[in-house]
């Protein structure tokens, strides 16, 4: 579990030029993109990824309180079956992770456990590569011009990839990237001398 932001309405790059509407209807044939200075809205994305099935589960905030973060809590056990016995929350070391208020979530729902990962060891928690998915299929190529455009973004990009998940697994290599073969630098294969 985990939240990704601050996100700001903008433009984000992607494989053809984001044109705002007025440039669409302009003939000119040079390809450009709209120069967005500054950031008009911004908000959290909080999300919770179970990485067996891949299922994920998303809502939006307007900032990053304890108070956002224990309703989204409680929309997340909502959204986990009852069946399921123990909930292990992979969480950073955020503040508002150990507030008041999610420790009383705690005590109102014991079938969860909170772990906080080591400081700089993101790579712990198997939603932080997820949220690269989410980032690619809820904002490249778009602009936005306010917050709540976003989280729309973000919600529908969430059920289609629950339309069409898997599960993410830790692995010693990525299997899409071929294994290296020796070049100059490589070390010949010199065959032994029986002695």
């Known amino acids: 579990m985990d939240q990704m932001g601050p996100e700001s309405a903008k433009s984000f790059p992607g494989k053809e030029l984001v044109q705002s509407d007025e440039e669409k209807h302009h003939r000119d044939p040079r390809a450009k993109q709209e120069i967005d200075y500054g ?54 070391n955020l503040g508002v992770h150990s507030a008041t208020d999610i420790l009383l979530f705690n005590l109102a729902y ?40 976003m989280a729309d973004a973000a919600e ?19 299997h899409h990237v071929a294994k290296r073969k020796p070049g100059i630098a490589g070390i010949p294969c010199v065959p032994k001398l029986a002695g």
């Open 156 to 174: 529908a990009a969430t059920d289609y990839w629950n339309q069409h998940r898997h599960p993410f697994i830790w692995r010693n290599r990525r």
């Open 39 to 92: 950031r008009r809205e911004k908000g959290y994305i909080f999300g919770a990824f179970e990485p067996k099935t891949g299922k994920a589960f998303t809502d939006d905030y307007s900032s990053r309180s304890a108070v956002n973060w224990a309703d989204f809590l409680e929309k997340t056990e909502a959204w986990i079956p009852k069946s399921v016995e123990k909930v292990y929350a992979i969480v950073d």
């Open 110 to 149: 014991p079938r969860w456990e909170f772990v906080f990962q080591p400081t700089y060891a993101g790579y712990l928690n198997l939603i932080e590569p997820w949220w690269k998915n989410l980032r690619s299929l809820a904002f490249k190529g778009r602009r936005f011009e306010n917050w709540s455009a």
